[in-house]
């Protein structure tokens, strides 16, 4: 039955390999004239006025496009929410995408405005601006288009209207009931996701789940990936005296709360990288299917390390896809009195790690945090979650202060899921190669809610370059992997299950 349910209709299929290039080139053209407009509207996730005038860009570029659009209120941003008319026959596909951006540093870029994208072909080692007319005559898919959200997330929300508008220009009918959620504050965690899905239930209720976020592989190669790790954090203060202190007055005398916090941390992992915390990696195990997928990623050993421009790996996992199979404990930043020229002959007065868990589905956030302190109270320390008053530092010889943040769950689709292996079919058949098939991702995509409430398979379709600079400046969108969104997107709604 399951066979029969999602095999392919080849003779529905209308794939744009089998068309003429021209067509391809001509409807990415309009889409780089379509991203640069939507680009132009600055996306600061901390600036409530551009989410609104983006919000309203989205709105006037779907309903063109005969979607239904709704923008939805949350105890945060609004989301942005549309849909074709639904059609009860058909099943229904939910895509997630953000348009929120990080702040930007104009200072840091290579050009006046990162609100405006600047066309650039490579030069060497570097890249040489191009002007859009010479786009009219020919595209080469080897340039690049820079500005920030090019790659994040707004170029796929764009190559995924363009795949719309080219089904609709060769009267391709489409065999499922198309539904999209866009995030406004994906870049800085999404909080009032959570609350908005089980609020939106029904409007969002869908079969499956496809997550259009992040590069593909490194090798470049078309990626599926199955599950994202979660993430939670933990700030930790050491307190020594109430005040710094002189250190050639009450060195050996006054305890220092930099060694106290080193001692600690220094006894969470052993030398090789593994969290030596009773319990942390219970629950974990990698069957022999699941080993085979990740050992078939094509990853570089060398390259990583030489990228990394380290000697030896942390060992954790045997390779870098088994390491990201475990919940990480990273030790994101460290501070205590002053350093550089600033530096003083003193005793600090506490000192401060910022930590944060990378979660696997089977590692819970919150048992994990209770696990570290745990460990912290056996090495003799007083917890509380405040600055310690005067009558607390008398009555403990060890106080640190912990903080914490709430928990963002990881997600992984089994491997074997029919949908996954729907998607996996289509991207393999259009572009002729293997996927690169990834079981759980390092980093965090907020989609557990929509798992935990929905109750549907999730995969991530990631769609640009993996050079592409998210966060940082310089942020760009390689002109092939538009071309390589929009094949995606359309061999997916072209297909019937």
């Not at 010479?134 to 997330?153: A, P, V």
């Not at 629950?283 to 990228?307: F, L, R």
Request: aromatic share 10%; net charge negative; with cysteine.
């Amino acid at each position: 039955m399951k066979k029969a349910l999602f095999i392919f209709s080849f003779l529905l299929v209308l794939s744009l390999k089998g068309q003429e290039p021209a067509q391809l080139k001509s409807q990415v053209r309009q889409a780089i004239n379509e991203l640069r407009s939507f680009v132009k509207i600055p996306n600061d996730a901390l600036e409530h006025s551009d989410i609104n005038r983006n919000l309203t860009w989205l709105e006037k570029n779907f309903n063109a496009r005969g979607f239904n659009s709704s923008i939805l209120p949350t105890e945060g941003e609004s989301l942005f929410f549309a849909s074709l008319p639904m059609e009860d026959n058909k099943p229904t596909i939910l895509f997630y995408m953000h348009f929120d951006g990080q702040s930007v540093d104009p200072s840091k870029w290579d050009q006046p405005n990162p609100y405006e994208v600047v066309l650039k072909s490579p030069d060497g080692d570097g890249w040489k601006n191009q002007v859009f007319e010479d786009l009219n005559e020919d595209i080469d898919y080897e340039w690049r288009l820079f500005g920030r959200s090019t790659s994040d997330d707004k170029g796929p929300i764009v190559m995924f209207l363009s795949a719309i508008d080219l089904l609709k220009e060769n009267g391709q009918e489409i065999p499922f009931n198309i539904k999209i959620i866009l995030d406004s504050e994906e870049e800085k965690g999404s909080k009032p996701l959570p609350k908005a899905v089980k609020e939106y239930r029904e409007l969002l209720a869908a079969d499956f789940l496809v997550i259009n976020d992040g590069p593909v592989h490194v090798s470049g190669k078309p990626t599926m990936v199955y599950g994202c790790r979660g993430i939670t954090t933990l700030s930790l203060t050491t307190h020594g005296p109430i005040k710094p202190q002189h250190s050639g007055h009450y060195g050996n005398y006054a305890p220092n709360p930099g060694f106290q916090l080193a001692q600690v941390l220094a006894s969470m992992k052993d030398t090789e990288g593994r969290v030596t915390i009773d319990g942390y990696y219970d629950g974990i195990t990698i069957d022999e299917t699941a080993m085979n997928v990740i050992k078939s990623v094509p990853d570089n050993a060398s390259a990583i390390n030489s990228n990394l421009a380290i000697k030896t790996p942390e060992k954790v996992g045997s390779f870098y896809q088994e390491a990201l199979q475990y919940p990480s404990l990273n030790i994101r930043g460290l501070g205590s009195g002053w350093i550089g020229y600033k530096a003083r002959t003193i005793i600090p007065e506490s000192a401060t790690a910022e930590l944060d868990l990378r979660l696997v589905p089977e590692s819970d956030g919150k048992r994990l945090k209770d696990l570290v302190k745990k460990h912290i109270e056996k090495q003799g320390f007083y917890i509380i979650d405040t600055i310690p008053t005067k009558e607390q530092r008398m009555a403990h010889d060890k106080i640190m202060t912990i903080t914490e943040r709430g928990v963002t769950d990881a997600f992984r689709t089994d491997l074997s899921n029919p949908y996954g292996e729907f998607l996996l079919n289509i991207i393999k058949n259009n572009f002729e190669e293997d996927v690169v098939q990834i079981r759980i991702m390092g980093g965090t995509v907020p989609i557990s809610p929509f798992i935990n409430e929905l109750k549907i398979p999730a995969f991530i379709v990631p769609m640009v370059n993996p050079d592409n600079n998210q966060h940082s400046p310089n942020e760009n969108l390689k002109i092939g992997q538009i071309a390589y969104g929009i094949e995606v997107f359309y061999g997916l709604l072209s297909t019937k299950m």
